[in-house]
């Protein structure tokens, strides 16, 4: 059964910190190890739970001035977590869709001024993108493919705003209908993440 946004209302009241401003990305077909070559990441010491990547991550933030970022990793399944606190670089198209050769790539991000942006690419090609707050604006190989998955989650896809704005919620619900990786607090409270680094600008 397809979760909803509602179903996905927890993380921004359990994790405040990191819901601010996160990117979460999902990739099949490369491990941490090969997803952190193709980023030309720096491994860093792995961390427990994500209130200590987010706090590293911002650490990180302070001490290479913007020009490097903390990720964290983990296995689920047959995909590869990437985690980026206050990061993007999961929905930036230079970047990712080289990245995807040979991969699936679902990924969303938020910043601290509510701009959102979902992908979904391919191998190279990028199949949806589009801001969770504004479904109804969307492109790339198949800008359509998932709108009925889209309505039962919860994207307003009508002209009049909604009373209640779950859209990035419902990205996660998105995300793990494309993927069936399901974000839970246990797995973001427990996990012992891989950590790197890697190259902004």
Known sequence: MTKTGADYAWFENDFPDIAE???????????????????????E????????VVDAAFAQYDLEEGDRQLVAMTTVGA????????????????????????ASWVSHFVNVNAVGTFLWAEDR?????????FPEDRWGAAPDELLDAMERIGFHLQDESPDTDLSSPAAFALAEHLTSVAITPELLQDTNFICATVQVR
Do not use: H, K
């Open 21 to 43: 401003a996160y990117c979460f990305n999902l990739v099949r077909g490369l491990s941490p190890a090969e997803l952190m070559a193709r980023f030309e990441g720096r491994p």
């Open 45 to 52: 010491a792995p961390l427990q739970g994500i209130a200590a």
């Open 79 to 102: 995909w590869t977590l990437l985690i980026e606190p206050n990061g993007y670089l999961g929905v930036t198209e230079d970047r990712v869709l080289p990245a995807s050769a040979g």
């Open 125 to 133: 090609v990028l199949r949806l993108c589009f801001d969770p707050m």
